[in-house]
């Protein structure tokens, strides 16, 4: 290869790409146009190449460096302005991504709270009626236990704090992922069988609502309801919603499958899964900061009740508030 011939034929590549770079560094990436960025990114691949091609020829020190610092320049505005794109991107679903997909889906959500609770007010109705029915549901022991005591289960928090809110972040996030994947289909070994779409979903609101609604009559019968509600109050004000978002992504998969409208079924439930999955995406993150406040916040004695009401019913009131963001239109 004619180094020198070689050399003067690409020069005006490499002072074109510096060119870029210097207007990049300077004034941002979003001072280049569309057109300038793609032909940023042609240089940058060309550049390489010469760099490869250089250090197989011999050719000097000078040039194979210059080389490396433009490589390295270019490397650093295309992949670091891409990974800038990327957060841009989530702070946007952030703050106005996913209360758009919960407002869109809020017929889902309506009936996945519905069905909750249905199945609260059965709980505490049969449990009211029946002792039987109560044991049943929570179990002998431990409903033998709270009335003897007189006393809180949470308190089992303290003391375990970080353990705590891990266990507690990984149980509800594990049981969003089963009313959602329900919306498909989930297998149940003791019967054994596959659910049909959306059962699964169904049959998890309803029997959690159950349980809620039986543990209500428990603590009333041992007048603990007002500390318990204090508890719950807290982390409850995203942890109950968060789940019946989950419960309305699954009825979204069921809508797919079932009901996929003028859509064929395979483009209704990429379509639905879709807003399900961005569902989702809010509901954990929904869940890990519930986790945090049920691991340090709620059960701890010296917050007085009525502090803990207060800060639930903030805590919702900002999430209802938050849910409802609209994307400023364009002027």
């Not at 149980?171 to 699964?200: D, H, K, Y």
């Not at 204090?230 to 499958?257: D, K, S």
Request: with cysteine; proline share 4%; glycine share 10%.
């Amino acid at each position: 290869m004619n180094v020198q011939r070689w050399m003067a034929r690409r020069e005006a590549s490499w002072r074109q790409l510096e060119a870029l770079l210097t207007q990049a560094e300077k004034n941002g990436l979003r001072s280049l146009s569309g057109g300038q960025v793609r032909q940023m990114a042609s240089l940058y691949r060309s550049v390489s190449a010469d760099l490869a091609r250089a250090k197989g020829n011999g050719v000097g020190q000078a040039v194979i460096k210059d080389l490396q610092r433009l490589t390295s320049r270019s490397y650093s505005q295309i992949y670091q302005g891409s990974r800038r794109q990327e957060w841009q991107a989530l702070l946007e679903f952030c703050r106005y991504g996913f209360p758009a997909v919960v407002q869109q889906s809020w017929g889902y959500i309506a009936i996945a709270t519905a069905l909750f609770v249905i199945g609260g007010l059965l709980g505490w109705w049969l449990a009211w009626q029946d002792p039987a029915f109560l044991t049943l549901v929570l179990g002998q022991e431990f409903v033998e236990e709270v009335k003897n005591s007189q006393e809180l289960w949470t308190v089992s928090i303290m003391g375990v704090e970080p353990v705590a809110s891990s266990g507690i972040m990984i149980n509800n996030i594990g049981v969003s992922l089963r009313a959602l994947l329900g919306g498909v289909t989930m297998v149940v070994p003791s019967v054994p069988m596959l659910t049909p779409p959306g059962a699964f979903t169904v049959f998890l609101l309803v029997v959690n609502g159950v349980m809620i609604g039986c543990v209500g009559v428990l603590v009333a019968q041992a007048n603990l309801a007002y500390d318990l509600w204090a508890f719950v109050f807290p982390h409850g004000a995203l942890e109950l919603p968060a789940i019946f978002m989950a419960g309305g992504a699954g009825l979204l998969l069921a809508r797919g499958i079932l009901l996929p409208g003028p859509y064929r079924r395979i483009d209704a439930l990429k379509l639905y899964g879709l807003q399900a999955a961005q569902l989702l995406y809010g509901v954990i993150v929904l869940l890990v900061i519930a986790g945090l406040i049920e691991g340090f916040f709620s059960p701890q004695t010296w917050i007085p009740n009525a502090l803990k009401y207060a800060v639930g019913t903030a805590i919702f009131v900002a999430l209802v508030q938050y849910c409802r963001t609209q994307r400023p239109r364009a002027k």
